[in-house]
Nanobody, 123 residues
Framework: QVQLVESGGGLVQIGGSLRLSCTAS????????MGWFRRPPGREHEFVAAISWSGTSTYYRDSVKGRFTISRDNAKNTVSLQMNSLKPEDTGVYYC????????????????WGQGTQVTVSS
């Protein structure tokens, strides 16, 4: 069983940046593909980004391409999400999760969800 803990969320102005971190315990993250999801207010989870177990492959939802970067440090058992040029529509609770497959953007294909970290983008 892998336990995931997200951190780094907060309140930021439009155009600002945040860096989210996901730290794992219980299992070695390097064995797994990992992803980030978010849940905007009043909406369902939506896929944000994913990274392969080696860190050599990534994919993103279209609306964050060029603004967000997912990365990982397997030596530190962490996965990060650098978010730049933030917009109000990026507001939500951000979760990291373990992927049971690759190239999927469906929440059902991910497990071991963390508790989430709140990101609020305001003017």
């Amino acid at each position: 069983q892998v336990q995931l803990v997200e951190s780094g969320g907060g309140l930021v102005q439009i155009g600002g940046s945040l860096r989210l971190s996901c730290t794992a315990s219980g299992r070695i993250l390097s064995r797994y593909n990992m992803g980030w999801f978010r849940r905007p207010p009043g909406r369902e989870h939506e896929f944000v980004a994913a990274i392969s177990w080696s860190g050599t492959s990534t994919y993103y939802r279209d609306s964050v391409k060029g603004r967000f970067t997912i990365s990982r440090d397997n030596a530190k058992n962490t996965v990060s999400l650098q978010m730049n040029s933030l917009k109000p529509e990026d507001t939500g609770v951000y979760y990291c999760a373990r992927s049971r497959t690759w190239r999927s953007s469906f929440a059902a294909d991910f497990d071991s969800w963390g508790q989430g970290t709140q990101v609020t983008v305001s003017s």
